[in-house]
């Protein structure tokens, strides 16, 4: 079997669903569409044949799954400054900014990290995503891992698959958190808003870990880290326990001041227009050698002045 596939066991539980929802569900870091073009382009083997998106999972079935992208060459390569952190002959470890969309999509088919990439290294171009692995929200910034062959992106697509890699983020949050804890609650998509996700009992398994920092008077300083990456999860999650991230148009709700607030921080929590939300350490195993790596950046510069000006209104 080439490099290019990812071997995928379908467990027994997934019994009588859909083959295409299956693999969404164990391959969360791949779009539903990938996974449906790809089986019908009979680029999907299931226990050694071509199968059908519709077709049902018995339990235990092997799927190996191509991760190639033929469609790459659509993507635009643009001249964008990259934020790298580190890179050898398998991997990138990229400083995303806030504002920077992942790959192309609808409304964002240019500008996007993918574009930036393609410029960066042309042989990226063969590879399903640019090499890109996993996602950021586009107002999220920090870490993120990019594959520069096709071995290195099949094993780093399975150590997200098994919820291997260690990713903690920082988060600025409304309210005052008493102390850390787990939060461990199911999340799908929004019944009421299509856009949304919201914890849900029919959802997708979802367990998020988080630390107090450092408290302030209206505000908490937040070290989250993930076991699964639902979409939004961190701020699905939060806000679910009534700590919502500043600046999060989506989850958020409306803009909130301490009580006795002055100008200064009144006009910068105004200013703040996107989550507050960072990656900061990323752990992995390497796909070469298997030896475990970690990075670690600090915090973003618009949260760190969001947080001196916190400090100093707490003083």
Not at 122 to 144: E, F, W
């Amino acid at each position: 079997m080439s490099e290019e596939f990812i071997k995928v066991i379908l467990p027994e539980r997934f019994g009588g669903k859909r083959i295409d929802s299956a693999l969404a569900e164990m391959m969360p870091n791949i779009s539903r569409s990938k996974i449906t073009s790809t089986i019908k382009a009979g680029d999907a083997l299931l226990n050694g044949y071509t199968f059908k998106p519709k077709d049902k999972v018995s339990g235990e079935e092997i799927v190996y799954f191509n991760l190639k992208q033929k469609q790459n060459n659509q993507w635009v390569a643009e001249n964008i400054p990259l934020d790298i952190v580190y890179e050898d002959e398998d991997i990138l470890i990229i400083n995303k900014p806030f504002g920077l969309v992942t790959h192309p999509g609808a409304g964002n088919w240019e500008g996007t990290l993918a574009n930036a990439l393609l410029h960066y290294n042309a042989d990226l171009s063969g590879l399903d995503r640019a090499g890109i692995v996993h996602r950021l929200d586009k107002n999220t910034s920090g870490l993120m891992v990019v594959a520069k062959n096709p071995k290195s992106q099949k094993y780093l697509v399975e150590q997200f698959q098994t919820h291997s890699v260690e990713r903690e983020y920082s988060a600025i949050v409304y309210g005052n958190m008493i102390s850390g804890g787990t939060i461990d609650d199911p999340i799908g998509r929004d019944s009421k808003d299509r856009i949304k996700q919201a914890v849900r009992s029919n959802g997708k398994d979802a367990v998020t870990h988080y630390r107090v920092i450092n408290r302030y008077a209206s505000h908490t300083h937040v070290k989250a880290s993930l076991e699964t990456g639902r979409t939004h999860q961190i701020r699905v999650h939060l806000s679910f326990i009534g700590h919502p991230l500043v600046g999060d148009p989506l989850y958020g709700g409306r803009l909130r001041f301490p009580k006795k607030a002055g100008e200064e921080i009144k006009e910068a929590l105004k200013a703040f227009q996107r989550q507050a939300l960072h990656s900061k350490k990323l752990t992995l195993k390497h796909p070469t050698t298997g030896n475990e790596m970690s990075w670690e950046i600090e915090l973003a510069e618009d949260m760190t002045m969001l947080l001196d000006v916190l400090n100093g209104f707490d003083k």
